[in-house]
């Protein structure tokens, strides 16, 4: 019996040692590590017109990219119209483009399906813009940003992660393209000179 | 004629501490939301002539950072100026300014605060490389302007006063 209090008192004091030492504040996720395979690929997301797709079906014949996203965060709108353009300009030579939202709209409703859709046709988004309901994509992907960027090669690697340039609030001020370079190297079959940069922007409010 | 006096005393002394908080306070004077850079503001740090100082990053349109931000306005008027500096840097962008000031008059913040100046990744870096570039964050700094702890993420009043403790402690 004291055997056992013994054990029981020292258990309780390790799982209060063990809970008291718990960071207070929420660590980023890790993103994928560069040469990762694309998590969640053929799940199933609902796209901003209702229909259903999944990465996989996104794909291009030159890759694909995801980039995190909100219909609220300062920092994708700052960078909304730059990667409207990048869409433009990049699906035409080959690599798929989609924007996922990940996060809870039971929190935030302006971040629910709805608005998604609404969004979506005002902004008259050139990519699907899927719903990834419970966070399940963004935490497969380790992202923890809106906006952040992963793109992957024809074989489903992780070939680039990070942001999209080095000027969120101010366009004309962009001096490295890092989205674009990584996209360029990837359809010319080279070495992506810059693999990881740091996704500034809001964080995701995962469910 | 004592309870007469006693009660003008009172108020005297009521109106002349009322007076010294309005104008020795750290929130006197007139709203400035003054443009830095990442070195400027080590400066400002420096300039402020305090044992710690302790830079709360924070933006208008970031919920964390409005649910935190009352806290950190105890602690700046709570501190001994002396002994512990709060300043106030918002990250917002140029055209959310007047909304950034907005709130900080709401939460009675008065004098000198800042805001980011320049390219965000430079600035972000220069603060501290471990830095996502998430808001709400804080560092905490020493007289020289060395930083002695980071964090990101909201706090709560006792969180913050127990990690300013201890990064004196750790200094």
């Known amino acids: 019996m004291t055997v056992l209090n013994t054990t029981c008192r020292t258990a309780a004091f390790m799982l209060v040692t063990w809970l008291f030492l718990q960071p207070t504040v929420a660590q980023d996720r890790q993103a994928l ?175 | 004629m004592l309870n007469r006096s006693s009660t003008l005393y009172s108020c005297l002394l009521l109106a002349a501490l009322l007076t010294l908080a309005a104008c020795g306070g750290p929130d006197s004077g007139e709203l400035v939301i003054k443009p830095v850079s990442a070195e400027e503001l080590i400066e400002e740090v420096r300039a402020a002539d305090a044992d710690l100082v302790v830079v709360n990053f924070w933006a208008s349109w970031c919920v964390p950072c409005r649910e935190e931000f009352p806290e950190f306005v105890r602690y700046r008027r709570e501190s001994d100026p002396g002994d512990i500096r709060v300043h106030f840097v918002t990250v917002d962008f140029e055209e959310d300014l007047p909304f950034a000031a907005q709130f900080l008059r709401e939460n009675g913040v008065g004098g000198t605060t800042f805001v980011k100046n320049g390219k965000e990744g430079p600035f972000i870096n220069a603060i501290n490389p471990a830095w996502s570039g998430a808001v709400p964050a804080t560092a905490v700094y020493d007289r020289d302007g060395n930083r002695l702890a980071f964090w990101e993420g909201k706090v709560t009043y006792d969180q913050l006063v127990r990690r300013v403790n201890e990064a004196r402690q750790a200094s």
């Open chain 1, 33 to 207: 590590e560069i040469g990762a395979a694309l998590p969640t690929a053929d799940r199933t997301m609902q796209n901003a017109t209702g229909a259903a797709t999944s990465f996989s079906q996104q794909k291009g014949d030159r890759g694909l990219a995801v980039v995190f996203w909100s219909n609220t965060c300062p920092w994708v709108a700052k960078y909304e119209d730059r990667v409207i353009a990048l869409a433009r300009e990049y699906m035409a030579a080959g690599i798929g483009f989609v924007i996922a939202n990940a996060n809870d709209p039971g929190a935030y409703p302006e971040e629910g399906a709805q608005a998604i859709q609404q969004h979506a046709s005002t902004k008259g988004y050139p990519f699907p813009y899927l719903v990834d309901e419970g966070s399940e994509a963004a935490k497969a992907f380790g992202a923890s940003r809106t906006p952040q960027v992963f793109l992957f090669d024809t074989n489903d690697r992780l070939v680039y992660e990070g942001t999209v340039d080095d000027s969120p609030s101010d366009a004309a001020q962009v001096e490295e393209e890092y989205f674009r370079d990584a996209m360029n190297q990837l359809i010319a079959g080279t070495a992506i000179s810059v693999q990881k940069t740091k996704a500034f922007g809001c964080t995701i409010k995962f469910y």
